[in-house]
């Protein structure tokens, strides 16, 4: 059983990461459960990434251990294979492949056949709101870069991962796009009972999308954990004081890149 009551679709028990002597990562320890929107906040450098790399499997840890579904990701890569899936800050979409391709590439590895994959391509597009044959049929670059992350997170969700992972996957859009961006794939997300963790630096898209915020402080020690309920989304005094504790216990808050650009600018 985790924290939040379910079963642990996550756990990071006493993890430890290294690089030569320097701790990306040091003494963490958290649950995820199934069904569970996550976020984890924290300046550069705080060891997100990191963390959810050895979630992802690509490292195993230094120390500790990190299960997914009670298995080791590094060690037991292969059986959580199309269980969980990932979004990253660019769409990384191939650029000789249409939008429902791009999507359809995973059901492709899958094994489902031509009409199928098309089919399901297109539904899950328009899941995130990309519809008509014409726009499904356009080239990356022929996407606007909001429309390219829908894209890409079209991709994540058709392989219908237990586990969907998020980088930093709406931090280079613009405000209103990623807005509207974020809205649509939480309430997808929570429709389709999927379990989630994303990265953000930005403490107001955490608090937006989460059900659960881990404010992490370099490096990567578990700094603070936020409980968000529906209600507590739309009440401004809790949302204006768990800002102000989350950004107190990253040490901080960072400014994202294009408000610095702007600050410059006017
Ligand atoms: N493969 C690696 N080899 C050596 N050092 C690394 C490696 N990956 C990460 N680090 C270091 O570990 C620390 C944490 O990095 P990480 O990328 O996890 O941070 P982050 O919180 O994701 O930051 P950002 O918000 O900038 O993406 C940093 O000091 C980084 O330089
Ligand atoms: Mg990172």
Not at 164 to 173: A, I, T, Y
Request: glycine share 8%; net charge positive.
């Amino acid at each position: 059983m985790t924290a939040a009551g379910g079963a642990a679709m996550i756990v990071l028990d006493r993890v430890d990461k290294r690089f030569g002597d320097h701790y990306a990562v040091r003494d963490l320890s958290f649950a995820v459960a199934k069904g569970e929107i996550v976020a984890i906040v924290g300046r550069t450098g705080a060891g997100k990434s990191t963390a959810l790399h050895m979630i992802m499997g690509v490292m195993p840890p230094s120390a500790g251990t990190v299960r997914v579904e009670g298995l080791d990701p590094y060690a037991d890569f292969k059986a959580l294979k199309g269980k969980l899936s990932v979004s990253f800050q660019t769409d990384r979409l191939l650029p000789w492949r249409t939008a429902w391709e791009n999507v359809a590439l995973g059901l492709q590895i899958m094994g489902r056949d031509a009409p199928t994959r098309r089919a399901e391509a297109i539904r899950w597009l328009e899941n995130v709101k990309i519809t008509g044959a014409e726009n499904v049929a356009k080239y990356p670059h022929q996407l606007s870069g909001g429309m390219r992350q829908r894209v890409s997170l079209a991709r994540a969700l058709a392989v219908d991962p237990e586990l969907v992972l998020l980088d930093e996957s709406f931090s280079q859009l613009d405000h209103v796009t990623s807005k509207a961006l974020r809205s649509d794939f939480t309430e997808l997300v929570r429709r389709v009972k999927k379990t989630c963790v994303l990265i953000t630096h930005r403490i107001d898209d955490a608090l937006e999308m989460a059900d659960r915020v881990i404010v992490l402080a370099a490096p990567a020690r578990l700094a603070l954990e936020v409980r968000v309920r529906p209600e507590d989304r739309a009440d401004p005094a809790w949302l204006r004081d768990r800002h102000r504790r989350i950004a107190e216990a990253m040490g901080g808050e960072e400014a994202p890149a294009e408000e610095v650009a702007d600050g410059l600018r006017h």
